[in-house]
């Protein structure tokens, strides 16, 4: 079998939606630590600490999960459509299949 051509819209979706959880799951770990700087820093007190935390916080679980997959998608569309081109004057990828 050989793997003539690839549809890029259907890998950007996939891609997108997958870079979007990484990004939800990596803007969960920056938001707890970025609570955790804040409970661990003395310097600074009062509500302008824990505005800028919750910023960096809630920016990062809303924020980092639309730029991983926006991005995502974008990049993926743009390799899926690069590999169709090189497919088409080289030949595909040789797949084996039991």
Same mark, same amino acid.
Request: cysteine-free.
């Given at each position: 079998?050989? *793997?003539? $051509?690839?549809? #890029? ?9 997958? =870079?979007?959880?990484?990004? !939800? ?6 938001? *707890? !630590?970025? *609570?955790?700087?804040f409970a661990l820093d003395n310097s600074s007190t009062g509500a302008e600490a824990a505005l800028t935390s919750m910023i960096?916080?809630? @920016?990062?679980?809303?924020?980092? #999960? *639309?730029? =991983?997959?926006?991005?995502? @998608? ?8 690069? =590999?169709?081109?090189?497919? $088409?004057?080289?030949?595909?990828? $040789?797949?084996?299949?039991?």
């Amino acid at each position: 079998m050989e *793997l003539k $051509r690839i549809d #890029p819209l259907s890998v950007a979706k996939v891609t997108a939606i997958l =870079y979007g959880a990484m990004g !939800l799951l990596f803007g969960g770990l920056f938001s *707890l !630590l970025a *609570l955790m700087g804040f409970a661990l820093d003395n310097s600074s007190t009062g509500a302008e600490a824990a505005l800028t935390s919750m910023i960096f916080g809630v @920016g990062a679980v809303i924020i980092l #999960p *639309l730029f =991983y997959g926006i991005l995502g @998608g974008i990049f993926a569309a743009l390799g899926a459509m690069l =590999y169709n081109l090189i497919a $088409r004057f080289f030949g595909g990828i $040789r797949v084996d299949l039991e």
